[in-house]
């Protein structure tokens, strides 16, 4: 037996009719799924009539008060008469705030603060000012250019502690701490073009992979020059009990179209144990509101790598790639100078986000991962914490599944300027 099923539609003027058959309707389960095949028509038929331009204009105002009309212009037809509308600003768009400083002013004195909250921000309000102290102390041992003496720009740091526990069964968890430490001192009076850095980060390292994933977590310290405002040169020295010579020089621009932004970086880089290797990097970025989408592509050469398949027989001659797609979620932004941080979604300081990501080589992919990540402010917004779950599948493991947890702590200390 055969029931029909017929939805008429208007949509442009214009009648459709939707005819549904649904068979074997004595029975009620029959009868409830051609009420939900009817009911998924019309939802797709609604949404062929509303075009692509108008869900676009639902998806921006979805977050906007109810029952609330807002135009970039008065409507005169709803005037009174003898009363002028004036012009209506449209509703500010909810963008993520982006956060540049975390220092804020100290307390004179410790007894002075009241509760554990105020005591912390004492301590890293101090710690912040004897830093800051001893980077002036320094940089007025050069003589500082015509007319711009009385300029200081504050420096950066950033500590971090940072764990990643894998989950097996039937076996131990596996946790791995890091420590991370990177600051980037300013020395304006030394031809303001030049800063010093002090870091655990590799530059070495293909974006994508986390610091607990780094071959060479020494502290290096390098003399950084800004050649241009997109060009920069590196030299330096990497800590070890034979220190070893480092450089590299970096190209790094941004583009912005709209809600689009494209980020391309090049780096070539040497050091005295690994030899040369560069790294080509592409980030596509797309901001609606506070929903981000991204997705990055990078390829990396070097000799360490091809020496590495060499002697395991690996067809890839030192080439590896990277891809990582994020679905971000972000109420507050971190203003990161690192790429590598926005490629992992480590610039989020309130949010949350959907990260997808696969790593190999020319011939065979080595690794594919898929996790979520929460980020959240501990501390007003100079103390953060995240957490996320990610599941690993890996060429050398037979591509089972490896289940990771990781957390982590950071603690910036980010001054402006003062003038």
Not at 12 to 27: D, I, P, Q
Not at 56 to 64: H, N, R
Request: proline fraction near 5%; hydrophobic fraction near 40%; glycine fraction near 8%.
């Amino acid at each position: 037996m055969a029931l029909p099923f017929v939805i008429p539609l208007v949509a442009g003027g214009k009648e459709y009719m939707v005819r549904v058959t649904a068979h074997n309707t004595e029975s009620i389960l029959s009868v409830t799924v051609a009420r939900r095949i009817a009911g998924a028509l019309v939802m797709l038929f609604l949404l062929l009539c509303i075009g692509t331009k108008d869900q676009c204009v639902f998806a921006q105002t979805a977050e906007t008060e109810p029952d609330r009309i807002h135009d970039e212009t008065s409507d005169p037809s709803q005037a009174k008469p003898g009363v002028e509308l004036s012009p209506v600003a449209p509703p500010d768009r909810r963008e993520p705030v982006v956060i540049r400083e975390t220092v804020e002013p100290v307390i004179e004195s410790w007894r002075s603060t009241e509760g554990f909250g105020e005591k912390i921000d004492w301590i890293h309000g101090k710690l912040y000012e004897i830093a800051a102290a001893q980077v002036g102390r320094v940089d007025s041992w050069f003589k500082p250019p015509p007319g711009e003496q009385g300029i200081v720009e504050l420096s950066r740091f950033r500590v971090g502690l940072f764990a990643e526990g894998k989950i097996q069964e039937y076996k131990e968890t596996d946790v791995k701490p890091v420590v991370d430490f990177d600051t980037e001192i300013e020395l304006p009076n030394l031809k303001r073009q030049i800063k010093l850095i002090i870091t655990t980060n590799d530059p070495t390292t293909l974006p994508g992979k986390s610091i607990i994933e780094q071959r060479d977590k020494s502290l290096r310290t390098a003399v950084v020059g800004q050649l241009r405002s997109d060009i920069s040169t590196a030299v330096g020295v990497r800590a070890r009990w034979k220190p070893e010579l480092f450089a590299y020089a970096l190209w790094a621009h941004k583009s912005e179209a709209g809600n689009w932004r494209l980020y391309p970086q090049q780096k070539c880089y040497w050091e005295t144990k690994k030899g040369f290797g560069e790294i080509s990097t592409l980030v596509l970025d797309h901001w609606i509101n506070r929903w981000n989408t991204r997705f990055s592509t990078s390829v990396k050469w070097s000799k360490q790598d091809r020496d590495d398949d060499q002697k395991t027989e690996r067809e890839d001659n030192g080439f590896r790639w990277s891809e990582v797609f994020l679905l971000e979620h972000a109420k507050e932004l971190l203003d990161e100078s690192q790429l590598g941080r926005v490629v992992s979604g480590d610039d989020i300081a309130r949010g949350w986000g959907i990260r997808l990501s696969a790593f190999g080589g020319f011939h065979f992919a080595d690794e594919y991962r898929a996790g979520i990540f929460y980020r959240w402010p501990l501390r007003k917004k100079w103390m953060y914490s995240f957490a996320g779950p990610e599941i690993k599948w890996k060429n050398v493991n037979n591509w089972d599944r490896g289940w990771t947890l990781r957390c982590g702590i950071e603690m910036l200390f980010w001054g402006g300027k003062e003038r």
